[in-house]
């Protein structure tokens, strides 16, 4: 999802921390469709309902995300208030995601909230989606405290966030172009492995040699701390084209393996770049490419050795 | 050109379920259309037509207009059910309409009688001796339409197509026929050469009214109210079509 195409702002100041009574929360900016229940920063209940339509397409379609936010929101929140045991009338706020994300798929979601809170004159509050991220990391049963440095990369967006309060973040590093996960599930397409690609990618990748291919790491010189993946995206459509009728699949293992490596150093080394600037004590990891574990694995390294500096 | 503003008959009687507190809306076309009922009386109608920028203002105006209709109407614990235009129309602009009915719904557990959004265009020109051919711009060079009896039967369930081939479906069944609603306005050179008659643009009836809406709505049997509604699309998403007239994966 492009950056600042939402109606929201951002960074906003409000965090589940500061709500005592129990909080309805929202999210349909991009193909799951999800609602949660909090009390402060417990979670009563949290459901999602991916949109597994989209992997016919190979990607998210908006229209059909949308079609789907409209049958599955109603149910999704029933769901949610329902296993944390809590009926509307006990509800404090409500909090839905303003944005960034799709503009018909965010729709959904907050023409729903804004209606659920009217009639009872709740407090509505439109809520960053990366600030989302964010304090996900507040929550409870292993919250972490700030400063902490927040890496976040998703098929949406891709960004390293310095956290120094609940209220907000700042913004030190993001991508120029494709997100991680954009550029992970293209990569999969490429190698035939259907959508989404993040996890057949991240196993295929396992059977590969990560130094048959040689990839780019992106930015590596560049002493900023901003991603950039559309080169490697690019590098390895020039390799598959090199190859002859066949080759592809003889050499897939191995493409992913170099394409995931590269991946995972930009991320990384950007990482341990912004720890070495400013000391960051901790570090927390979030959005859907956070489920790679080569990705997990090195992280934990440079956090280990952040908390240990 | 039949002169909308001189028609003949009055609005049908509703059933006696019209003893009821509604508050209806629609945006489905480019209008925000909402109003209340009481008792079969019109307490609250509003249009809000689309911004400066020719943009609907669905998103930015629907809740507040709504909230004002249903304390017009005595206020949310009072409204006995809401009226929502289902479509077709613009896909936003049904989905902005039905998740806001659905967000109020599960709020206040209200019923929601979906309408369709064709019939409550037919609605205020219904009468003796007439068909009534609701039409939306569907854009693409095409119109929604349906079909609609003297007392508001369905005739036609609502379809999407060209303008072109409006005459070859609906065929004569000898009863005076009228095309009315924005897709009437919007292709009259063309109805009018099918020999279709219309309204002109400055007609009231070629704008869809929450009167309609809440009328529609009052006539929805209690045991048809539903949460969600379904929303009346007409067509399928690009994405599919590509997919299936190809055979192989559209780029998103
Ligand atoms: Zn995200």
Excluded at chain 1, 272 to 281: Q, V, Y
Excluded at chain 2, 91 to 115: D, E, M, P
Excluded at chain 2, 228 to 245: G, H, I, K, N
Aim: hydrophobic content about 45%.
């Amino acid at each position: 999802m492009a950056r600042g195409s939402g109606p929201g702002g951002r960074p906003r100041r409000v965090t589940v921390g500061e709500l005592t009574l129990p909080a309805l929360a929202i999210e349909t900016s991009c193909d799951d469709t999800c609602a949660a229940v909090l009390e402060g920063p417990f979670i009563l209940s949290n459901v999602i309902s991916s949109q597994a339509i989209h992997g016919k397409y190979g990607g998210v379609v908006p229209e059909v995300a949308s079609r789907h936010h409209l049958e599955l929101t109603g149910p999704v929140i029933r769901l949610a208030l329902e296993q944390a045991e809590v009926e509307v009338p006990d509800l404090d706020s409500i909090a839905v995601t303003a944005g960034p994300g799709l503009i018909g798929a965010l729709l959904i979601g907050l023409s729903t909230a804004k209606a659920m809170a009217a009639p009872r004159r709740l407090p509505l509050i439109p809520t960053d989606h990366l600030q989302g991220h964010v304090a996900a990391n507040f929550l409870e049963p292993d919250p972490i405290e700030p400063p902490f440095i927040c890496l976040i990369a998703s098929g949406g967006h891709t960004l390293l966030a310095g956290v120094r309060e609940h209220g907000g973040f700042e913004i030190l590093g993001e991508t120029l172009d494709d997100a991680a996960g954009e550029a992970i599930d293209k990569a999969a397409r490429m190698l035939g492995l259907g959508y989404p690609g993040g996890p057949a990618l991240e196993k295929l990748a396992a059977e590969g040699d990560p130094g048959a291919f040689e990839f780019p790491i992106a930015m590596s010189r560049d002493p900023g701390l901003d991603f950039s993946f559309s080169g490697l995206k690019t590098a390895l459509v020039y390799r598959c084209r090199d190859f002859e009728e066949g080759e592809i699949e003889s050499n897939r293992a191995d493409l992913a393996a170099g394409f995931q490596a590269a991946v995972v150093e930009q991320l990384v080394s950007k990482l341990k770049r912004a720890i070495d600037l400013e000391g960051w004590p901790a570090v927390a990891l979030g959005g859907g490419v956070a489920a790679n574990g080569p990705l997990r694995r090195a992280v934990q390294v440079s956090a280990a050795n952040a908390a240990s500096s | 050109m039949f002169d909308g503003r001189s028609i003949p008959f009055a609005i049908r009687s509703l059933p006696s379920s019209t003893a009821l507190r509604i508050v209806g809306f629609d945006t489905a076309t480019d209008d925000t259309v909402v109003g209340a009922f009481v008792d079969g009386e019109t307490v609250s109608k509003k249009v809000i037509p689309p911004g400066p920028d020719g943009r609907p203002v669905h998103s930015e105006g629907l809740l507040e207009a709504v909230t004002a209709a249903a304390a017009e109407a005595g206020g949310w614990p009072r409204i006995d059910r809401i009226a929502v235009g289902t479509g077709p129309g613009t896909f936003t602009g049904i989905r902005i309409g039905l998740a806001t009915a659905n967000g109020i719904a599960l709020s206040t557990g209200i019923g929601l009688a979906g309408v369709s959004t064709l019939a409550a265009l037919a609605r205020p020109v219904l009468g003796p001796g007439q068909e009534i051919l609701a039409l939306l711009d569907a854009h693409r060079g095409e119109v929604f339409a349906a079909l609609y009896g003297p007392a508001g039967q369905i005739l036609l369930e609502p379809f999407v197509c060209g303008p072109d081939e409006l005459a070859p479906r609906i065929g004569d069944s000898g009863a005076g026929l009228r095309a009315v609603g924005p897709g009437a306005v919007r292709f009259s050179d063309e109805l009018d050469r099918a020999g279709i008659a219309t309204a002109g643009p400055e007609a009231g009836f070629n704008h869809l009214s929450a009167v309609a809406i809440c009328e529609l709505g009052a006539a929805v049997d209690s045991e048809q109210l539903s949460n969600p509604l379904e929303p009346t699309y007409l067509r399928v998403p690009d994405a599919q079509l590509w997919l299936e007239r190809d055979g192989r994966k559209a780029s998103p």
